[in-house]
């Protein structure tokens, strides 16, 4: 007998617009959403959904809302006793993690499971030995977290460390959010996951990852539980938690961290800023475990589920190893440098944003936010710049599940919003974002684990070859004037000349408070995969613009 749950999409489609779709077996419109985009199946299911909802038509809530549930309930069965308990992920940079799942033996098919994923500490040596210590790390975090998960029926899915591995000393490349995002997809792709339900734990270095997803891509997960970990301590790296809570365990006695300030600086910033959190250090606690506390955690996270659709977000830029991500949930902007934050007023259908550093904004909206009935009044630093009805979209919804997986955080209307460089002059929302980051405190220094694979960066990532001052332009931007170019380097290979101004790096303009050297420095450090490179934009001496690809390979 087939699964019931494939049907209920095609269902939807049909009642929705009254359309006959072909008569062949339902499932595959289900399964359109995790078929190869160029498979025969993938495009007869995509044209029939084109034929259900015909593009621009009015779809109302209730069937949008019908859709919504179905997309929550459909992709392949997924029966959690039979599916494998190992298997391998590709993630991007040409890497292969492994999982390791445990799977409760009360849990049955037909119930989305709450999910632990776990990393272990590190870094492992590169080599024979180093591979069996991955492996050893997975399999000690699965077992750790086995007994409070079989007890409260969630799944957890410790996974190998493949990507930081050191060859010469305290060198190694680390875990981004991209690597995290391919891990959480394979895992759905296998078993029923309730992604609003999905924290990320770890020990030692992995912990460090828990915390610096949230203050990059939140929207992966419902929180974080660091244990043994070195903490975060700036302001501008926490205040972008806001929808992350974090369930930090540590030891007061740990000496593999560079000091017990970093967990206290952590517990401080986020009571200043009114963030939800735990925090427990055991005065007599070293560098361990702490698996006693995991069933109070596990309730903890009981209570706390990923809030997706809520009003406030806050987006600001910050100096970590790890880049924040262009979007916050439903909001994105057009910059790296962009900070905002947002509130809603419920009774008006009011969006109110306080944005810097920014030209543009890219709102992903649902029922679930805003009354899509009503006019979606959009406010930036106090001044309206939308005010109109935003129409839904089901292609948006089923477009946007099949390329994140998450079939919880779908948007069904989308509107783009111009921000005048006016707009962005107020004083006083300017001071709004300084307040959210400005620390008096004095903070711990940089830990360890940031510090080592900082040097390995640096040590690896090709530079451009350039100096140059930056260099105030018209509209309140600024550019960067380059002074010399090193004989040989790549931006010498790329046609860079002593004289050009670069205007955008990477599409993003400067604007008047940004130290452009620093910025493309970062960018070139944090951002980039080998084999990738830097675009910018310059202005010749003679006036003319030219686009120059700096190569950046090793």
């Not at 210590?133 to 699965?142: K, L, T």
């Not at 460090?208 to 660091?226: H, I, T």
């Not at 952590?266 to 963030?275: C, D, K, Q, S």
């Not at 940031?450 to 640096?458: G, M």
Request: proline share 6%; glycine share 8%; hydrophobic share 40%.
């Amino acid at each position: 007998m087939r699964n019931p749950r494939r049907l209920l999409v095609p269902i939807v489609l049909i009642a929705a617009a009254a359309v006959r779709l072909p008569a062949q077996d339902l499932g595959w419109v289900t399964d359109r959403l995790f078929a190869a985009a160029d498979s025969a199946e993938f495009l007869k299911a995509k044209a029939s959904a084109a034929k259900a909802f015909a593009e621009g038509a009015a779809v109302d809530r209730a069937t949008m809302a019908r859709l919504e549930a179905a997309i929550a309930k459909s992709g392949p069965p997924r029966d959690p006793q039979s599916a494998s308990r190992e298997f391998p992920v590709k993630v991007p940079g040409g890497h292969t993690l492994g999982v390791l799942m445990f799977v409760p033996k009360t849990v049955k098919a037909g119930t989305p499971l709450p999910l632990v994923l776990a990393f272990g500490g590190g870094p492992v040596p590169k080599g024979r030995r180093g591979d069996a210590g991955v492996e050893q790390q997975a399999r000690m975090m699965r077992q750790v977290w086995t007994k409070a998960a079989a007890d409260a029926g969630w799944l957890v899915a410790a996974v190998t460390d493949e990507i930081s591995r050191s060859s010469s000393g305290v060198r190694y490349e680390i875990i981004r959010p991209d690597h995290l995002e391919a891990v959480l997809r394979g895992i759905r792709t296998r078993y029923d996951v309730d992604e609003d339900r999905t924290f990320m734990t770890g020990i030692s270095l992995g912990s460090n990852y828990a915390l610096q997803c949230g203050a990059c891509r939140p929207e992966l997960f419902c929180g974080s539980v660091p244990v043994a970990t070195e903490g975060e301590a700036r302001r501008a790296v926490l205040a972008n938690l806001v929808t992350y809570p974090s369930y930090v365990l540590v030891g007061a006695r740990d000496r593999n961290i560079r000091s017990i300030a970093g967990p206290r600086a952590f517990r401080r910033v986020m009571t200043e800023l009114g963030y939800d959190h735990g925090y427990e250090e055991e005065a007599r606690g070293g560098h361990e475990g702490f698996s006693h506390k995991y069933p109070a955690v596990l309730k903890w996270f009981g209570s706390r589920p990923r809030r997706v659709w809520r009003g406030r977000v806050v987006r600001v830029p910050h100096p970590a190893i790890t880049a924040p991500d262009r979007r916050r949930y439903w909001i994105a902007a057009d910059t790296r440098q962009a900070a905002f934050t947002s509130s809603l007023d419920a009774g008006t259908n009011r969006l109110e944003i306080t944005a810097g550093a920014l030209t543009r904004l890219d709102l992903w909206l649902s029922d679930r936010l805003v009354d899509l009935d009503r006019n979606v009044r959009v406010v930036v630093n106090g001044v309206v710049l939308h005010d109109a009805l935003v129409r839904r979209d089901p292609h948006l919804a089923l477009e946007t599940v099949r390329t994140t997986g998450d079939r919880r955080r779908v948007p069904t209307a989308r509107v783009v919003v111009d921000v005048p460089a006016k707009v962005l002059e107020s004083k006083k929302h300017r001071a709004a974002l300084d307040r959210l980051v400005t620390d008096s405190a004095e903070l711990p220094r940089l830990a360890y684990w940031e510090h080592y694979a900082l040097r390995h960066l640096r040590e690896t990532r090709k530079q451009a070859g350039w100096t140059g001052t930056a260099k105030d332009l018209a509209g309140g931007r600024r550019g960067f004037e380059i002074a010399t170019v090193e004989d040989g380097a790549p931006a010498a290979k790329a046609g860079l000349k002593v004289g050009d101004i670069v205007e955008t790096f990477d599409g993003n303009p400067f604007f008047a408070d940004d130290d452009p050297g620093a910025l493309m420095r970062m960018w070139c450090l944090r951002e980039e995969y080998p084999g990738t490179g830097l675009m910018i934009r310059v202005r010749r001496a003679s006036g003319e613009s030219a686009e120059i690809r700096i190569d950046l390979s090793r």
